[in-house]
Each structure stands twice: as structure tokens, then as C-alpha cells.
């Protein structure tokens, strides 16, 4: 395992040297992009310090980004909320439709009741109001 560090590191060192001097010189398109990546990846250790005392956990966010959190947090509890809402219509409409068929097979039975029941002497049920 410590072969493959030992000759990963002066490749590298090797491949850094070369993109400097390839950048330079402006020799090849192809080397000069990978190169231009090299120069954005590796920066100056000024800017790079620079760079994480903006970023660090307790340095000040810009208002951009305090405002660019918010919409985000806006945008994920108004979708949050539409989907309570939808599975809310959702379970109402089910919950509606039971209601409708427990009435309908409630009404089915208590007339097969009367059916059954019914003795053919008197009118059916809801004839058989005494009025006042």
C-alpha cells in the first residue's frame, strides 16, 4: 500500500509541475483547459485563507444568502403544506364516499327489513304516518 503513495506523490508533483510551466507557455488546447482547471482548483494561500474566514461556521452570512435560505425555506413548507392539503381532500372525498355507501347499504337492509316483515295487512312504512 505505501508503494502506491510513494509513487502516486512525485507523479502528481510531476503533473503540477508541468501544467504551470504548460500554462505559461500557453502550449496545446488541451493541456492549457486542463490547466485553467488546475489554476481554479489550486489558489494562492491568501485567497484560500481569505476564502475560509468568509466561510467559517460563525462568520456572518451576506443578506443574499440569509434571503436565498428563506425563499428556500418558504418553497419547501409551501410544498409541504399543498401536500397535507391533497392528502386531506384526499382522505375527506374517502371518507365522504364510505359515509355515502354505509347509508345506502343501511337504507338496502332496512328495506329488505320491511319487505320481509311486512304483513300485508297495513300500507307500507311510510304510508303508515298517523297524522295529526
Not at 502506491?4 to 507523479?11: D, E, F, H, K, R
Amino acid at each position: 500500500m505505501s508503494w502506491t503513495y510513494a509513487t502516486l506523490l512525485p507523479l502528481l508533483t510531476v503533473l503540477l509541475a508541468l501544467s504551470r510551466e504548460l500554462m505559461q507557455k500557453n502550449v496545446g488546447f488541451g493541456f492549457l483547459f486542463f490547466a485553467s482547471h488546475l489554476h481554479r482548483i489550486f489558489m494562492k494561500e491568501a485567497d484560500a485563507s481569505n476564502f475560509f474566514r468568509r466561510r467559517s461556521r460563525r462568520g456572518v452570512k451576506s443578506q443574499d444568502e440569509i434571503n436565498a435560505e428563506q425563499r428556500l425555506v418558504l418553497a419547501a413548507d409551501e410544498r409541504k403544506r399543498e401536500f397535507h392539503e391533497e392528502k386531506r381532500n384526499e382522505f375527506e372525498s374517502y371518507a365522504e364516499e364510505e359515509h355515502d355507501e354505509q347509508n345506502e347499504r343501511t337504507r338496502e337492509s332496512t328495506e329488505q327489513w320491511r319487505e320481509f316483515h311486512y304483513d300485508g295487512m297495513h300500507p307500507p312504512h311510510e304510508y303508515n304516518r298517523h297524522s295529526i
